[in-house]
Each structure stands twice: as structure tokens, then as C-alpha cells.
């Protein structure tokens, strides 16, 4: 391991399957080395994976096959910056055609429970804008979506 903070990821089993479809999906995304369990122990075979070591945009991780004791929740995410619409589709609707679940504002799950806010760069620009009314405009447009949708934030945002 090479970095000096890594994320660790608990998972049920799944490290590899997860790590893999980031890898796939993200850019900037990588499998890396992957530790197999020398012996049987209490809940696995010698040969199963204990740790997958990847990276999801240049962040280091490590998936870690800790049983089902621990589940993922909406206290850590990762937040993807988006430039288009386009980027956005495609990543929303990899997370969720693989499994996940839409949520709100943005926010979704993927199949490991894992949640991520797919956030157009557009949006921030727009609840950030100095003209508070546009900025509440381009809120109000965004607290009822699930995934974002550029053009109807702009024109919110326009008025």
C-alpha cells in the first residue's frame, strides 16, 4: 500500500465485484494488489479475498470482506463533479442499471449500499450564484429531482 490514508470499504463478500465495477465505471479508477486468505478461518477458506486494494478517482481505497456485520450508509459518500449532462447519465445510470437505487437530490446508492452525490458542476455554480433569488431558484428546482438535470436547473436559475 502506497499511500499513507487510504479509504477502507467494508464489504460482505464483495470487495473484488465492487472494486471492479468502479474500476470499469470511474475514470481515474483502478484495481490494484488483491490478498487472499493463506488458511481456512471462522468465516472463509483458504483462497478467498480478504482485501482488495483500488483506487476510485485518484482516491486510494481498500475493500475490506469483514462480513455482514457492518452495512454502508448516507454518512459517507463519495461526491462526483460532473462538466455535462451527459457525464451525468452515464454515471448515475451505470450506478443504478447495476443494481442501485435512485434517491434524492442528486444522491444514489449502488448495489453494495455504497452512496454517491453525482453533482453537476453546474448545479454548485448555481446555488452558489450571488443573485440569491437564482440561487434559491436553481434549489427549490433541485430538492425535486432525483438525478440532476442540467438544463431545468439552468432555466430554474434564469427564472
Excluded at 471462522?42 to 483506487?55: I, N
Excluded at 444514489?108 to 440569491?132: E, F, V
Amino acid at each position: 500500500m502506497v499511500s499513507k490514508n487510504t479509504i477502507c470499504l467494508w464489504y460482505d463478500g464483495t470487495a473484488l465485484d465492487a472494486a471492479q465495477f468502479y474500476a470499469g465505471t470511474f475514470p481515474d479508477s483502478s484495481v490494484g494488489a488483491i490478498l487472499r486468505a493463506p488458511g481456512d478461518y471462522p468465516s472463509g477458506k483458504q483462497g478467498d479475498v480478504l482485501t482488495v486494494e483500488f483506487t476510485v478517482m485518484g482516491i486510494p481505497c481498500l475493500g475490506l470482506n469483514g462480513g455482514p456485520e457492518f452495512r454502508h450508509n448516507e454518512a459517507f459518500s463519495f461526491q462526483v463533479a460532473t462538466d455535462d449532462q451527459a457525464e451525468t447519465d452515464r454515471l448515475w445510470n451505470a450506478i443504478i442499471s447495476n443494481g442501485g437505487q435512485e434517491s434524492a437530490c442528486g444522491w444514489c446508492k449502488d448495489k453494495w449500499g455504497l452512496s454517491w452525490q453525482i453533482t453537476p458542476r453546474a448545479l454548485m455554480a448555481a446555488i452558489a450564484d450571488p443573485d440569491r433569488a437564482a440561487a434559491k431558484r436553481a434549489f427549490d428546482a433541485m430538492m425535486q429531482m432525483t438525478k440532476i438535470d442540467i438544463a431545468a436547473i439552468e432555466a430554474a436559475r434564469r427564472g
